[in-house]
T-cell receptor, first 115, second 111 residues
């Protein structure tokens, strides 16, 4: 158990809908990262927040947005969902200052299925 | 474009075999290379490599980095069924704090 929690574990929804994925980082970690893992693309970095501010952006679609709240939990919002958005969404957290990838701890993921 | 390429994509072996997984990369601002093991859900950290030629070892697993040739290998000796997993290679880009992942090698160890 990494100490990172994600809810829900599974989510089934329809095309065109909007969903929110939630992540609680490990106690004391200030950075939160979101990743998408699909069968054909592998694990892809979406976005990073540090202490409430956006810090780095990856291949995140305009239909997706995220935020980090004062209590450091983070939410990833996915809207106008398409079939291709079906994937595993991981959250990871790391302490500050980040010393690199070894200190990114991954949550169990949310499996999203868009029908 | 930054990329990390792993090979093979899939590997099936018998218990007791030794396997070598490959990872090559082309990224800007390389800081370190990481190996993760992904069984059912979350990737779990195995190794971080920053310097060429220095082997990292943990039990039956070992890994080494070649920064000149831009690749790394992960070796697993005397494989066990519990080693069955997807092994992910990722590169940490200094400055951006993001990890660029390869697509992984799916290892299946049969009894």
């Amino acid at each position: 158990d990494s100490g990172v929690t994600q809810t829900p574990k599974h989510l089934i929804t329809a095309t065109g809908q909007r969903v929110t994925l939630r992540c609680s980082p490990r106690s004391g970690d200030l950075s939160v990262y979101w990743y998408q893992q699909s069968l054909d693309q592998g694990l892809q970095f979406l976005i990073q927040y540090y202490n409430g501010e956006e810090r780095a952006k990856g291949n995140i679609l305009e239909r997706f947005s995220a935020q980090q709240f004062p209590d450091l939990h983070s939410e990833l919002n996915l809207s106008s969902l398409e079939l291709g958005d079906s994937a595993l969404y991981f959250c990871a957290s790391s302490p500050h200052p980040s010393r690199g990838g070894e200190t990114q701890y991954f949550g169990p993921g949310t499996r999203l299925l868009v029908l | 474009e930054d990329k990390v390429v792993q090979s093979p994509l899939s590997l099936v072996v018998h218990e007791g075999d030794t396997v070598t997984l490959n990872c090559s990369y082309e990224v800007t601002n390389f800081r370190s290379l990481l190996w993760y093991k992904q069984e059912k859900k979350a990737p779990t950290f195995l190794f971080m490599l920053t310097s060429s030629g220095i082997e990292k070892k943990s039990g039956r697993l070992s890994s080494i980095l070649d920064k000149k040739e831009l690749f790394s290998i992960l070796n697993i000796t005397a494989t066990q069924t519990g080693d069955s997993a997807i092994y992910l290679c990722a590169v940490d880009q200094g400055g951006s704090e993001k990890l660029v992942f390869g697509k992984g090698t799916k290892l299946t160890v049969n009894p």
